[in-house]
């Protein structure tokens, strides 16, 4: 299930964080954006459905509209239809890996379950090594800050991300076997937020870890394969 977040502070409760810029706005009209958004796309898809191939709607078209309306240019009778919450929302959605994009039909849609779990599980090296095995002593920091940085990467909204890590660091034991300066995993995951926040990339990090990983020999302890087609980014929604 889809939470409709807050597409600042990301909240899916009824309080925002402070500093919020929708601090004071209700849930439903938080809702109702996205719904507006979503209401578009779906009416849309049906056409694509109906037809060959017919034109699509990129998101920098479905953006413009909305930002185009929202100025009032299309029907001064519709003024305050969309409003600047509508553009962030279509933002946050795109963030969320809701939406995809086909190129070939210039066309924006909302993407399948199956299609977004093949996003948030790593496939490719050095990261996939990472996911599989898990941090081993030598690389648990770049190790761990890789991790935070896929997440960020294939669009993870931060309590995604702790959750997918912790899942992470409990299903290869890694959280167990190892010692660890830091209390918990939520408190390690916390001195990792930076790299979420500011999209830092792991530079060289991944590939680090990924080979100090394979030198010690560890055996996987997660198949990419088995999780593919069985997670999706909604399974680490929840707030815990
Ligand atoms: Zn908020």
Redesign the pocket.
Known sequence: MFAYP??????TLAF??VG????G?PRHEIEKAYIDILSHLIAHSAVMDMHEAPPGMSFKMLASKVSRTLRNLDDPEKKGEWKSIHEDCLHALKRANRLGEREEMAGLYLKSPEERSHDIIPTFEPIKTIYETGPVDGCKDYAVYSMVSWCELVGLGWTQTVNFCTEWLEETNAWDELSWGESSIRQLLRGKKHVHKKGLGWGEYADVAAKTIRASKREPRINVYDKLGSVSADDYDEPN
Do not use: F, R
Request: proline share 8%.
């Open positions: 807050c597409p600042d502070c990301e909240s925002h964080e919020c810029s929708y601090e706005t």
